[in-house]
């Protein structure tokens, strides 16, 4: 058992060293051809209703513990196992799942920690309705396959997948079986983003042109986690590869504010460029000793990517990453159209002929209290229903929280998910693309149409209640 932990290990810290890395993963060697028969596409797919979602997980540990005790929370659902590495883990998680369940909904929980491929044991033998895999980027693609391949609906903590194949993969094996695979981009689901989402849906800023988005969070103290944790095996990501590794939590809520992917407008070709890669090694300089392995490594990755996307219809989207520098937090969450911009960090609105009650003109922007009169107005039905639950039940100020309470909702109710599997591919896509246009000095790559054209009739994300 121990020589599978160390075994796991280095696979996952090695990561950054193969070949699937290398800026050829941009492009498609043999997938994105027709669909195969008797597949079905997923883009407004609703699956037969659940009365109860059975619910198992790969990984617990710092997002997976969190994602198993919320759904244990959540009334209809039922923690059937939890497979991890770590035994110790899966314990814990186990116990505040009996917790939140009152010792009634969840007292059966099997765990499954035997080695490294137990969780595949945990699919055949427990024969969950969904699965929620919180791992290692590199597993994601893997283990969503094998999920849906055992029967089961797959959730998936970002990235959805690394490579433009493994996307592929995704498709086809989700098409084959008629299982969602979601990316659980739970940024969706923030107060501002839904506040926006419902204001782009009413017209309040016209036409769109131009969005925002960007992760700029400082991280560098995950290279403290050396031998287990998110840092253990993110930091050769850092090391090896380069171009923007982390889109999504800027980049889906702003590609849902101009629906793409969903009849409206699809993204069409991506340039991306790298700052120096400074902030790492200096890092790891100063905090580790001379012979340590950060200060083994080739720190490639620039401390700040920023890429701009070019959409079917001409709009434009600028995506920035940065987990280095020394700077604030921050997702940009600007959206801009011929009536106004939304922006985010903090949250601001400046509309032609200005905000009703705050301010005269677009010259200026409306904030803070100034805001009380758009959030009466335009506050998503959603977090109505559910925002101050959520907020309660915590999860980065209750979006986690939300995006699960919705999952199960659309489960239970035979719905389509508010993410559906394009859509995490798409944005997903942004690092492998990225990576190949850093390397060949920013020149544009295309994305891929995992739709195969079927985007174009697709429905648009509703203003749910």
């Known amino acids: 058992m121990k020589s599978n932990r160390r075994n796991f290990i280095k696979k996952t810290s090695m990561v950054g ?80 799942c009996k917790e939140q369940g009152k010792g009634e909904r969840h007292k059966k929980i099997k765990l499954y920690t035997d080695g490294e491929n137990d969780w595949k044991k945990m699919l055949a033998k427990e024969k969950p309705d969904a699965v929620i895999i919180a791992t290692p980027w590199k597993l994601h693609a893997p283990m969503a396959i094998e999920t849906m391949n055992a029967g089961a609906h797959a959730f998936v903590e970002v990235p959805l997948a690394l490579t433009i194949d493994e ?33 782009c849906r009413q017209g309040v800023l016209g036409e769109l042109l131009h969005g925002e988005a960007s992760y700029i969070h400082e991280l560098r103290g995950q290279m403290n986690q050396v031998d287990r944790g998110t840092g253990s095996w993110r930091t050769y990501h850092y090391a090896k590869r380069d171009g923007n590794l982390y889109p999504t939590h800027g980049l889906g809520p702003v590609a849902q504010y101009m629906n793409v992917g969903r009849g409206d407008d699809n993204f069409k070709f991506i340039n991306s460029f790298s700052s120096p890669a400074k902030g790492r090694p200096l890092y790891a300089k100063k905090n580790f000793q001379a012979d340590h392995q950060w200060n083994q490594l080739d720190y490639k990755g620039g401390d700040m990517n920023t890429s701009i996307i070019k959409t079917t219809l001409g709009r434009t989207i600028m995506v920035q990453w940065d987990e280095t520098s020394p700077r604030p937090y921050s997702r940009h969450n600007l959206i801009q159209g011929t009536k106004g911009t939304l922006a985010g960090f903090p949250t601001r609105v400046a509309l032609e002929g ?28 959603l977090y109505k229903r559910l925002g101050e639950l959520s907020v309660k039940m915590g999860g980065h ?11 199960v909702e659309c489960l239970r109710k035979g719905l389509p998910l508010d993410q559906n599997l394009y859509e995490g591919c798409f944005w ?5 693309l990225s990576e190949a246009s850093v390397a060949t000095n920013g020149a544009p790559q295309e994305f891929p149409d995992f739709t195969r054209g079927n985007w174009k009739s697709t429905k648009a994300l509703a203003v749910v209640d």
Request: proline content about 3%; charged content about 25%; overall charge negative.
């Open 17 to 96: 060293a193969g070949i699937t890395l290398s800026p050829a993963i941009a492009k498609a060697s043999f997938f994105g051809t027709e669909r195969a028969f008797n597949a079905e596409y997923m883009g407004d797919f609703s699956a037969p209703k659940l009365d109860t979602v059975r619910f198992a997980f790969i990984g617990v540990g710092a997002r997976g513990s969190g994602h198993a005790k919320q759904i244990a929370a959540i009334e209809g659902t039922e923690i059937v196992a939890i497979s991890d590495l770590y035994e110790d883990l899966a314990k814990k998680s186990a116990e505040a």
């Open 167 to 199: 996307m592929w993969q995704l498709v086809d094996a989700s098409e084959k079986t008629k299982k969602h695979c979601m990316m659980m981009e739970n940024v969706n689901y923030g107060r501002e983003e839904l506040l926006y989402l419902n204001m």
């Open 354 to 381: 200005g905000v009703e009650g705050a301010t005269e003109n677009h010259h200026q922007w409306a904030q803070g209290e100034q805001l009380a009169e758009i959030y009466e107005k335009y506050e998503h039905p």
């Open 397 to 407: 100020g209750g979006m986690d929280f939300m995006m699960l309470y919705r999952v």
């Open 428 to 432: 997903s896509a942004v690092a492998p």
